[in-house]
């Protein structure tokens, strides 16, 4: 019988046949898809022919195709819908898609090839697009370790695929921290919970098989209960579970593996000729340099500091008049801090999330790309991998453009955070090859029948999240490895960011937030509450996000610490970290860094886009609205369409016409007048 991961998919978008896939299916079709892309690279190496760019650069491009195929449909799966198989298949993966990726890049007579179109380049009249391929393909391998031989060589290519397995060890202990860990609500506590969370509560309950209410460690159920639950001995035991995840002991022990995985990249640089792994990361993205990372870093930490000072001095007195003595604590400060907003701002979130419904947050992100770019979206019914996903047909003036697929509920069997992937990416190499998008989410699911109601924030990741998929949407180039979202670490964030903006724009929440039981809009007095409300407790946001940066970097700038733990505590004493606050993402659940490297050195990445997206946004202020079309068109035409094929400078700048400073950042936080 056929493998379907490796027979052509002749369903509708070409879709992969989710309902004929089994998980037995994805090693043999691996491992046939890994034997293709070895021979063809050995091809592309050992031809007679001279180096020219299609037989060598174009042929690259197409070698692994076989091997993508598979691995898309598999990571796309593993990641939202894990079973203990998938993450078997993902451990055995690993070190040899490391293995595959060092011989690729470590092959002397495909990196020759390279080095004589290298050297002709000036004489082989290459388009902008195909130099630009040719820089980045060469700048791949000589940082991939090229030009090493012998044991140095040897030793690189065993630190990758080490790091591959940790990787990977760490991702699966999160996730079994993360599923195995529940807190039973007993009937009492729910009096005290808005309707919302103890209906999250219940579906926690459900998803599991079991009766009544559980808090679990899923950020959209969690952080609810922390901002609503006024049994103080029940938030500390939930916050408690929430910042030990990765760092219980046992099997699912993170710790040791952060240390190790740090200890290697530092050693993967040296090999490379770094003084750190920082540096050698950093080389690539528009930061360049750690110093400049670090000077961003602290030029937001102070004035965060210090209005998260203010701010807890006035959630401690709100506790202290509940008759609390003590200090003010990591579990009160989301507690307090929702207090205060419904007072300051008179907005209670059990008022306001039935305005804000999951299925007409999806609309508002679909009119705002309609208005933007010309898109039209057409649900259409598909066989997809899990029963929660959907899909839309993108399409622009009659024409298809892409699928999109949106996965948006949590569940046992998904890993945390908010994330977009292209299981097929655009390209026109091997014809017009229309992108598969995905965008998934955590979003708390509902019990049955109730409409799925977001927060704020939960509806500005799924703003976030589509800005992802609009860039992988309105690519158009040629080669794949410049396609979509394949641009700097710290620009990568930009398009998505500056997606978020549309949220805020008042005609968006006065179309799109309805009210799930009566239809009704918000009522413009909310809407203008919210609006006002948005800079809110940004000296917490701030401090938890710039503390996990600069730890992220500090572990990467000088020699790897024996224990990450106790460094991690170093670093944010020497910075001044409020005692009530706690990283957003403390080392034993640090994915962002420990599951890869792609944003290893590079967590600065989203502040960094945001010194752009403040601004980029300001660019329709002026041009006279959000909706502008011209500014739109530009948008589409310097950024979102270019993929890699520009650096992101030159990106940046022809859509602005030049860079912006800290400043707009800081006001955009509401941080700018800060002591």
């Known amino acids: 019988m056929t493998n379907p991961l490796l027979a052509p998919w002749e369903s509708d978008f070409d879709l992969p046949p989710f309902a004929a896939i089994q998980d037995s299916d994805f090693e043999p079709a691996f491992d046939s898809a890994l034997a293709e892309a070895r021979s063809a690279i050995a091809k592309i190496a050992q031809q007679e022919e001279a180096p020219s760019f299609a037989n060598t650069l174009e042929a690259l491009e197409l070698a692994g195709e076989g091997l993508g195929r598979v691995l898309s449909v598999f990571y796309s799966v593993a990641g939202s819908d894990s079973n203990p198989e998938r993450e078997r298949l993902m451990r055995v993966f690993s070190p040899q898609l490391a293995a595959y990726s060092s011989d690729l890049y470590m092959n002397a007579d495909l990196f020759a090839r390279i080095e004589t179109l290298w050297a002709e380049r000036e004489a082989l009249g290459l388009t902008a697009e195909q130099l630009q391929l040719l820089t980045l393909t060469r700048r791949d391998f000589v940082r991939a370790g090229a030009r090493l031989t012998g044991a140095e ?17 760490f991702t699966q202990n999160l996730l079994a921290d993360e599923r195995d860990w529940f807190m039973p609500l007993p009937a009492q506590e729910l009096a005290g919970l808005p309707g919302f969370v103890g209906d999250a509560a219940r579906a926690a309950a459900q998803e599991r098989g079991m009766e009544g209410h559980i808090v679990t460690l899923s950020r959209s159920l969690i952080v609810p209960f922390l901002q609503f639950c006024p049994n103080r ?94 200090d003010l604590q990591a579990w009160d400060w989301r507690y307090y801090a929702e207090a205060r907003r419904k007072a300051e701002h008179d907005l209670d979130e059990s008022a306001l999330k039935p305005y804000l419904q999951l299925d007409r947050m999806i609309e508002a992100a679909f009119a705002c790309a309609q208005r933007l770019f010309g898109l039209e979206f057409r649900a259409v019914d598909l066989p997809l991998y899990h029963p929660d996903a959907r899909a839309w047909e993108v399409t622009r003036n009659g024409q298809h453009l892409a699928l999109f697929i949106g996965d948006y509920f949590a569940r046992g069997s998904k890993r945390s955070g908010a994330w977009c992937s292209a299981m097929r990416a655009q390209q026109k190499l091997a014809g017009d090859i229309r992108p598969i998008v995905i965008n998934v989410c ?17 509806a500005r990741t799924l703003f976030h999240e589509f800005g992802h998929a609009l860039h992988q949407m309105l690519s158009n180039v040629t080669y794949e490895s410049l396609s979509g979202t394949s641009v700097a670490r710290d620009f990568v964030e930009l398009p998505s960011q500056l997606y978020e903006h549309w949220l805020e724009v008042p005609e968006v929440l006065a179309e799109f937030a309805t009210h799930a039981e009566t239809g009704a809009p918000m009522p413009a007095d909310m809407l203008e509450r919210l609006l006002a409300a948005q800079n809110f407790d940004q000296g917490f946001a701030t401090v938890e996000y710039v503390a996990s940066a600069l730890v992220d970097l500090a572990f990467h700038e000088g020699a790897a610490p024996a224990d990450t733990m106790a460094r991690q505590a170093e670093i944010l004493a020497d910075i001044g970290m409020p005692a009530a606050i706690g990283m957003r993402h403390a080392t034993p659940q640090f994915a962002h860094i420990f599951a890869g490297d792609g944003y290893s050195s590079g967590y600065y990445s989203y502040m960094w886009s945001e010194v752009m997206d403040a601004d980029a946004f300001a660019a329709f202020d002026e041009a006279g609205g959000a909706f502008d079309p011209q500014t739109a068109q530009k948008l589409e035409s310097q950024i979102l369409s270019v993929g890699g094929t520009v650096e992101a400078e030159a990106a940046y700048t022809g859509f602005r016409g030049r860079m912006p400073g800290v400043d707009a950042l800081l006001k955009g936080r509401g941080l700018d007048k800060a002591a």
């Open 153 to 169: 060589r040897d030793r690189l290519k065993a630190v990758k695929e080490r790091l591959a397995v940790l990787g990977t060890e």
């Open 442 to 458: 955590n979003f708390a699911k509902p019990s049955e029948g109730a409409p799925a109601l977001l927060s704020y924030d939960d």
């Open 233 to 326: 001995v029940l938030r500390e035991r939930a916050y408690s579970a929430w910042a030990a995840r990765g760092a219980n002991g046992g099997q699912t022990d993170n710790r040791a593996i952060t240390a190790e995985i740090l200890a290697l990249r530092q050693e993967r640089a040296a090999l490379l000729g770094y003084d750190s792994f920082a540096a050698y990361k950093l080389e690539t993205e528009m930061a360049k340099t750690p110093q400049a990372v670090r000077d961003l870093l602290m030029a937001v930490w102070q004035p965060a500091c210090a209005q998260a000072e203010a701010d807890g001095a006035v959630l401690a007195q709100m506790l202290h008049e509940d008759g609390i003595n003590g």
